[in-house]
């Protein structure tokens, strides 16, 4: 292997190492149910595709309706 292509590798991986903090903070957040930077953006647009698909977001599923789906 070339130089290059061991130095696009641990490029790869510094990427990588150095976004798993932040995303993954961001999405302890996102499933926790707290505001994020991103909810001024996404939270209008969930809501119309839950509008537009008939989705609840307040009400559950039971396995049979997961399973229908």
Known sequence: MSTTGLAEIAC???????LT??????MAR????????????????ERLIYRICGVRPD??????EYAAS
């Open 21 to 26: 903090k932040p995303i993954g903070a961001y």
């Open 30 to 45: 996102v499933f926790h149910g707290q505001h994020t930077w991103l909810s001024r953006i996404l939270r209008p647009l």
């Open 59 to 64: 009400s559950g599923q039971r396995w049979t």
């Open 12 to 18: 790869y991986f510094l990427i990588i190492l150095a």
